[in-house]
């Protein structure tokens, strides 16, 4: 007969494996939901192009649609406070999913930006609602078996592989359909997916019910305030604000590979794709890499990765290039990625999980907005559409974050070593 420790092992395993494999779902389907990365990125941002719309215009439209990722915090709220028929995570996460998959339904069927609009923003707060929930449960099953990186690098591997799938077949799309067309049929694709966190959220998460009371409205109350006297998170979150602040040259890079270097649509896809493929990489050399040194070490090396990366597209000068730097930089920014955030879950109180990990993830998506706008703006109204400075301006920002990790007391930890 089997000792209770035994019992209790093959349970626990039982239970990580099966939020391994919902984490997996999940963000397979934010990966190909979510408007700023999914499928729908780039035939969205083609459509906008073809209709006269400039580089700065183009993101503000998409940063209209990032709104939602800031305010997380609310939706966490709600979420840590409110329980819905009985549960805080669950039936949240099914309400938000059949909203996206709504949302996407509608884009589908209407035309024109003005038409869709409220459409496309339904979808990015149903998938920042998913994200924040799927957030707290990470937080806190992380904590309960001390599995916050494994987890964190679960969801992220997965989300790119979707993001790479999300990135060949929207530049096919783009290619070979007249750009309203390539439009409704990456929305089409998008009202599918969150389907599937439809059928995996019952079979898969396993959530005790939670009801309305004062015991659990005072403990969840306590949990927010230990959060925001938290000095340990208020530097995580200066952190994850430093290190996404650095100004990004996505859409100014679509523009210089389409106008400049002459890429066809479906090459962009394809390596929309190979910076996916290199995150995916990043993801298993970072499984590696968390057995082998500490987390303070870990972060200096992607910050030292991500510096690099971000300065390696100044050797952009053709198809060639553009693939090895595209997957240099998906290595680089997904170990920096899983690094930060299981550092911003492992510092989250309890009860409070789904407002504190929503903010450290708000204070990254809002620096990750500031910085894509303060980017198209420094290309188009200060560097005069010219590229190479606005690269290095990037890179040296994202090396300036490395002055905080000091501060983080990290050194000699374990990457899953309670905080």
Known sequence: MRSFASRRTTSEASAIDRL??????????????????????????????????????????????????????????????????????????????????????????????????????????????????????????????????????????????????????????????????????????????????????????TEAKSGVSREAFRNTWYGIAAALRSRRLWLVAAFLFLYAFAPGFGTPLYYYMTDSLRFSQAYIGVLGSIASAGWIAGALLHRWLMRRIDAETLLYLSILLGTLSAASFLLLTGEVSAAIVNFANGLAQMIATIASLTLAAQCVPRRAEGFAFAGLMSVSNLADISSINAGAFLYERVFNGHLAPLIIVAATTTAIAAVLVPWLGLRSKPMDAPA
Not at 77 to 98: C, E, H, K, M
Not at 143 to 160: A, E, H, I, N
Not at 164 to 183: C, D, F, N, P, Y
């Open 20 to 205: 391994m494999l919902f984490f997996a779902i999940v963000y397979l389907v934010e990966g190909i939901g979510q408007a700023r990365v999914g499928i729908i990125l780039q035939p969205l941002t083609n459509y906008l192009k073809t209709h006269g719309w400039t580089p700065l215009e183009v993101t503000a439209y998409f940063g209209v649609l990032n709104f939602p990722w800031v305010i997380k915090p609310v939706f966490g709220l709600i979420s840590d406070f409110v329980p819905l028929f009985g549960y805080r995570r669950t039936s949240y996460l099914l309400l938000a999913s059949a909203g996206g998959a709504v949302g996407y339904a509608g884009v589908a069927l209407l035309n024109g930006p003005a038409e869709f609009a409220l459409f496309l923003l339904l979808t990015s707060y149903a998938m920042a609602t998913a994200s924040t929930l799927c957030g707290a449960l990470l937080a806190e099953n992380g904590r309960t078996f001390q599995r916050s990186s494994l987890f964190v690098g679960q969801q992220w591997l997965w989300f790119y592989v979707a993001i790479m799938l999300s990135a060949s077949i929207g530049g096919e799309l783009v290619q070979r359909l007249s750009a309203s067309a390539a439009l409704k049929a990456a929305a089409a694709i998008a009202a599918l997916a969150p389907l599937a966190i439809v059928i995996a959220t019952p079979l898969l998460l």
